[in-house]
């Protein structure tokens, strides 16, 4: 007898997954603490100004506890910028396997209802874009992000016998990252520092919008119109 895939959910209790360890719980809070601190000193004394032994007071840590979590001060406040690209990852490799990666991108963007889940990106991107001291760090982050959705459009591609072509797939993940970025850099010409509800909406859409631009492939007037909250003013 033939079961469906309903059918067999309904039949089969699934574990649910198991709870972080309290070492777990303590190393996510430490590493939290850490970049609440970075991000706070950014913001009072500015990029280079501030060391690993001021964010390690602001935390409550010692010097060495930070270098057990992040190398530098930079490479701190990227987690920043990690933490949101990972979370977007996430949302990615929760997408249907049969479909199409940048509508996947897409719609893991649209995943992350909460404006809100872009305020630190934001925050960091606007204190940082007069300073070229983290753009390496930055740069990695991306970089990171890159590589993650080329390894889950390479995992689709090897399902299917001949979808599998690596200057495709690394020219599509690369597409999307210089999507995310002109997103981010469109948002602020237009906003600068403002970081109410209604900017990060704005931001948001245009993440989800540059998403829809790389999948019409660029043509004339496949522009999105701008979403009446990305629009409305503060």
Not at 68 to 94: E, M, R, V, W
Not at 187 to 203: I, Q, V
Request: one cysteine or more; hydrophobic letters at 45%; charged letters at 20%.
């Amino acid at each position: 007898m033939t079961v469906s895939a309903e059918s067999a959910q309904e039949g089969t209790s699934v574990p649910p997954p198991a709870a972080p360890s309290r070492r777990e719980l303590n190393k996510a809070a430490t590493r939290q603490a850490i970049t609440d601190a970075a991000l706070g000193l950014l913001r009072s004394k500015g990029p280079g100004n501030f060391t690993v032994e001021d964010i390690a007071d602001a935390a409550g840590i010692s010097r060495r506890t930070f270098f057990n979590y992040f190398g530098s001060t930079d490479a701190a406040l990227a987690s920043i910028t990690h933490g949101f690209l990972d979370n977007a990852i996430q949302q990615f490799k929760l997408r249907p396997a049969e479909e199409p990666i940048l509508q996947s991108a897409q719609e893991a963007l649209m995943a992350l209802a909460d404006p809100m889940t872009v305020a630190p990106l934001a925050e960091l991107f606007t204190l940082t874009q007069q300073s070229t001291l983290m753009s390496h760090s930055e740069l990695e982050a991306w970089d990171h992000c890159r590589e993650q959705i080329t390894a889950v459009a390479r995992s689709r591609a090897a399902a299917t016998p001949g979808a599998e072509n690596e200057l495709y797939l690394r020219a599509l993940a690369g597409s999307v990252i210089s999507c995310g970025k002109a997103a981010m850099e469109v948002w602020f010409a237009r906003r600068g520092a403002d970081l109410s509800p209604a900017s990060l909406a704005e931001l948001r859409q245009l993440l989800i919008d540059a998403m829809a631009l790389l999948g019409s492939g660029f043509t004339t007037g496949s522009a999105p119109a701008p979403s009446s909250s990305a629009t409305r003013s503060s």
